[in-house]
C-alpha cells in the first residue's frame, strides 16, 4: 500500500464542523495551542462567531486548520506509512504540519500571519460577494472563447487548474460579479464561492513576498514525509524548497491537476483526504479511478478508517 494524505483549503467550513474536535480529549493539545496563538480559548472564539463570520478569510483559514490538525491528531496513530502529503490552498501549509516539518503552535501562527497578509493586499480589492468563482462542466469552443475573453476584459486570473477545464478563478468581487453575469447563460455550473480575497492571483503579490519573509525567520524544516508542491507537482524534501512553495502559491496559480497526476505516477494507491468535506478525494476518485480515496468525514466513526486500510 503507497498511502497519501490530503489537506484541503478554503470551503468547505460550517457552523458546526469544530464542534466535536473542540471537545476531544484526544484533541486536547491541538486546543492549547491554537488558543495560545489566538490569544482566547479556541471553542469561545468560534461560539462568538455567526454564520457569516465563519466565512471571512482570516476566520476561515484559522477554523479550517484547527479542523485538519485536530483531525490527523486522531487518525495518525492507525495509519500505516504515509508516502506522500499534498495540500490545496491553505491545505498546503498544513501539509507541512502533517509532514513533521511545523509544530502544531508555529502552523497556527503562520496560518494567522498568512490570513493577514493576504487581507493587507487584498484592501483595495471590491470583495463583495466573494472573490473566487468555480468554472466547471464541459462545454462549447464558443463558451471557453467567451470564458477567455471575460477573463481578460475583467483581469481575472486562473487560480486553480483541478481537472478537464475545470478552473477556479479570482480577481475583485465586482469583476467576478461581471464575470457571472456574462456566461452563467452559457455555463449554468458557475458557482460563485464564499471566498474573501483574490487568492493564488498577482492581486497578493505583495503577501507573497511578505510571507517569505515570515517563513524564512521561522521554524519550518525539511518535510520528514514528501510534500508535493502546489504550484507545479513537484516533490519537496528541503526547508528552503518548502518555504519557497508555501509563498509563491499565494500570489500563483495551483496545478491541482498536476498534482493528482504526481500521485497516481508515484504508485499511490490510497488517499485520504482530512476535510472538511472530501471535494479533493472525490476530484482524485474520479480522474484516477485506480485510486481508493475517501475523506475522513466519509466514515461515521473515524476510528473505521484502519478496517478500510486494512
Known sequence: MRLAILCSGQAGQHRNMLDELLVA???????????????????????????????????????????????????AAQLPEVALVAGYSLGELIAYYVAGALTANETFRLVRERARLMDEAAAGVERDGGCMVLWRGRVSPAALAARDHAVAEYGLDVAIKRRHGEEVLAGPGDAIAHFVADLQAMNP??????????????????????????????????????????????????????IDALSRQIATTIRWDGCMEALAESGIDRVIELGPGNDLAKLVGAEHPQIAAHAVGDFGDYRALADWLH
Open 25 to 75: 480529549s484526544e484533541c486536547e493539545s491541538v486546543r492549547r495551542a491554537a488558543s495560545e496563538v489566538l490569544g482566547q480559548d479556541v471553542a469561545q472564539w468560534w461560539g462568538e462567531l455567526d454564520d457569516s463570520e465563519i466565512f471571512l478569510n482570516s476566520n476561515a483559514q484559522f477554523a479550517i486548520a484547527y479542523y485538519q490538525i485536530a483531525t490527523w491528531v486522531r487518525i
Open 189 to 242: 455550473g458557475l458557482v460563485r464561492l464564499p471566498v474573501t480575497v483574490p487568492a493564488h492571483s498577482h492581486y497578493l503579490a505583495r503577501a507573497a513576498t511578505a510571507f517569505r519573509d515570515i517563513l524564512a525567520a521561522s521554524a519550518i524544516a525539511a518535510p520528514r514525509i514528501t510534500v508535493l508542491g502546489a504550484v507545479d507537482a513537484m516533490p519537496v524534501r528541503s526547508r528552503e524548497a518548502a
